[in-house]
C-alpha cells in the first residue's frame, strides 16, 4: 500500500493507516511510530514513554488493549511502562482513577494510548497511528475523556452498528492478530531505541 493511500486527514490532524491484514509493514509501522515519539518527546519535554492500553477483557472485541499490554508487561520492556492488562484492565469504569494515577506518578511520561476502535468495513483489520489524544468508547456511544499525546488503535468493527454487543461478537482471531502487529512493532521500536543508546 503506497504512503499517501493510509494517510487521512481528520480536522487538523494526520491519521495513519497500517493494513495488518495481509503482509504487516512492521517497521514502516515501527519507524512511523518511532518518529512520532521522539518528536512528542521534544516537543512536550518528556523523557519517558508509558503505554496506557485501554479496554476489557470481558469482551472480545474490546479486550485488544489489555491483551497488548499483556504481551508488553510479557517481555518486560526496559525503555517504557505499561498500564492496562488483562490482569488489570484500565477501561470506562476506572480510567478516570487511572489518569489521576499517571498524573501523579508518571509526570515526566509520554503516554501512547492503545485501544480498540472501531470504523468503516473496509478498514477492519487495519491500525491507526496518529499524533493527540484517544477518545476511548466513541464506537459505543459512551463518552470518556480523552487521554494520551500519541494513539495507535485496532479496527476491529464496522462502525454501522454502535451496539456494545457487538464488540462481543467479533472473531477472537481477528482481535489477535491485531495485538500480535501492534505488540510485535512496539518490540521493534524498543529495539531502535537500544540501538541509539549504543551508539
Request: charged share 25%.
Given at each position: ?47 519517558n ?28 520492556m ?82 454501522r ?14 482481535v ?24
Amino acid at each position: 500500500m503506497r504512503l499517501w493511500e493510509r494517510i487521512k486527514i481528520r480536522g487538523d490532524r494526520e491519521i495513519y493507516y497500517f493494513d495488518a491484514k495481509n503482509e504487516w509493514e512492521i517497521e514502516s509501522f515501527a519507524l512511523r511510530l518511532y518518529s512520532l515519539i521522539k518528536e512528542m518527546m521534544e516537543e512536550a519535554q518528556k523523557k519517558n514513554i508509558l503505554f496506557l492500553c485501554i479496554g476489557t477483557d470481558r469482551s472480545t472485541g474490546d479486550s485488544l488493549g489489555p491483551l497488548i499490554g499483556y504481551k508488553l508487561k510479557g517481555r518486560r520492556m526496559k525503555k517504557a511502562q505499561v498500564i492496562g492488562t488483562l490482569e488489570k484492565p484500565v477501561h470506562a469504569m476506572n480510567l478516570e482513577q487511572y489518569m489521576k494515577m499517571v498524573k501523579a506518578s508518571f509526570p515526566e511520561h509520554l503516554i501512547v494510548a492503545v485501544d480498540a476502535s472501531v470504523g468503516n468495513m473496509e478498514h477492519i483489520g487495519y491500525v491507526t497511528l496518529g499524533k493527540g489524544p484517544l477518545k476511548p468508547g466513541l464506537g459505543v456511544s459512551k463518552e470518556l475523556r480523552a487521554v494520551g499525546d500519541i494513539f495507535i488503535t485496532g479496527i476491529v468493527g464496522s462502525c454501522r452498528n454502535h451496539d456494545p454487543i457487538m464488540l462481543q461478537s467479533i472473531r477472537l482471531s481477528v482481535v489477535m492478530h491485531l495485538a500480535d502487529c501492534i505488540s510485535d512493532s512496539i518490540f521493534f521500536v524498543e529495539k531502535l531505541w537500544e540501538k541509539k543508546a549504543s551508539v
